[in-house]
């Protein structure tokens, strides 16, 4: 399994935490990770990566994800084609659709059929690089989408490189079969358990991929896993704590509420949907009792987390990445290095 680190910057970050990026980046290929991931919150997912790549040989770098529908087809297909040919064939496009109120009133950007608009963006961009390395006419007409002007002086041309893997997150059955149908892989939303990976997800990546005629060795699926471990009592409680409240954060949100139904907790989804929209977001953590974060989090000693994650993700996963408190490289190495030979 592959085992990936955050690149980010946090929310107020400085000029000097922007220049440490490429020292951290190549300090985390020597610790062995497989990739780098940079997601988009509070700044530009893509910069960090541009800057890792410089000063890294072997390690991926992936957004994780970047919002796709607060840009365009071609807007994206220049990002990846440009960071693709910086890290000679390392980047890795990942791509999320966000939910309609951020779209439309944190983006100002248009908002219909997610699942539908997201698969033809992955074929727009597709379509834009395949004119750039070919030199073929750009001809694209879809629903969303019409791309259907490139001249040389606007064409990067191509690059000796494959294109990016183009991978998605989804959480919902109709973006997750647009995964197996038209993607490269699936970024799985941290808020799920594995009980919904195996019974909802699952099965939904199976059916895009048949519909595609393609195989599970096609595709490739990554995770964000919430770990709450640690080697002192107040680190576990600490973590604990903030595990729950970022459990609740996500429950909150209407578009995740199957998540917590499968498990037969659709009452609770109700009453943190009603605390968020009070700004009660200490409260929130409290209706995340022990067995809702069992469920989302593995509870264990450090020792036993590999074990934990070979039994809940063995055989799905083929790279995961520690949501947060797996950090100290001189305890936590010999960890990483038997979750990664599972």
């Known amino acids: 399994m ?3 680190a955050w690149i980010g910057l946090p929310e107020a970050a400085s000029s000097q935490e ?18 780098l991931l940079s997601a988009e919150t509070s700044h530009d997912p893509f910069l960090p990566l541009a800057l890792a790549a410089q000063d890294t040989e072997r390690i991926e770098l992936m957004t994780a994800i970047a919002v796709g529908f607060a840009r365009n087809p071609m807007v994206l297909a220049h990002t990846a084609w440009d960071l693709q040919a910086l890290s000679q064939g390392r980047f890795l496009l990942g791509l999320g659709s ?6 439309t009133k944190r983006f100002s950007m248009p908002w219909s059929r997610p699942a539908a608009r997201m698969e033809e963006m992955i074929t727009a961009i597709r379509a834009i690089w395949e004119s750039w390395q070919t030199g073929e006419r750009l001809n694209f007409r879809g629903e969303f989408y019409r791309h259907t002007l490139m001249t040389p002086m606007f064409s990067p041309g191509p690059i000796d490189v494959a294109p990016p893997p183009i991978l998605i997150s989804a959480v919902g059955p109709l973006m997750t079969k647009v995964a197996g149908r038209a993607a490269d892989g699936l970024v799985c939303h941290a808020f799920q358990t594995a009980e919904y990976l195996r019974d909802v ?14 195989e599970r060795s096609d595709f490739q699926i990554s995770m964000p896993v919430f770990v709450v471990s640690g080697f002192r009592e107040e680190e576990v409680a600490a973590q604990a704590a903030r595990t729950r409240q ?3 954060f996500y429950g909150s949100t209407p578009a995740y509420r199957g998540v917590l139904e499968h498990h037969g907790w659709g009452d609770a989804q109700t009453e943190l949907n009603r605390l968020s929209k009070r700004g009660q977001w ?4 409290n209706v995340i009792d022990d067995d809702m974060l069992g469920a989302f989090a593995i ?8 074990g934990r994650i070979a039994e809940r993700f063995g055989g799905t996963l083929d790279r995961l990445q520690f949501y947060a408190g797996v950090r100290d490289k001189d305890r936590w190495g010999p960890i990483i290095e038997e979750i990664k030979a599972a």
Do not use: C, F, K, W
């Not at 922007?18 to 990739?35: F, K, N, W």
């Not at 966000?98 to 779209?103: E, K, P, S, T, V």
């Not at 997800?201 to 393609?214: C, S």
């Open 98 to 103: 966000q939910i309609q109120a951020h779209i």
């Open 18 to 35: 922007l220049a440490t990026i490429g020292d951290r980046a190549r300090m985390m290929e020597q610790d062995g990770y497989s990739g």
């Open 201 to 214: 997800t699952m099965p939904n990546v199976h059916a895009g991929l048949a519909d595609a005629g393609r």
């Open 246 to 248: 970022q459990i609740a």
């Open 2 to 4: 592959r085992i990936d």
């Open 282 to 285: 200490v409260e929130m953590g």
């Open 299 to 306: 509870v264990a000693e450090p020792h036993e987390v590999p």
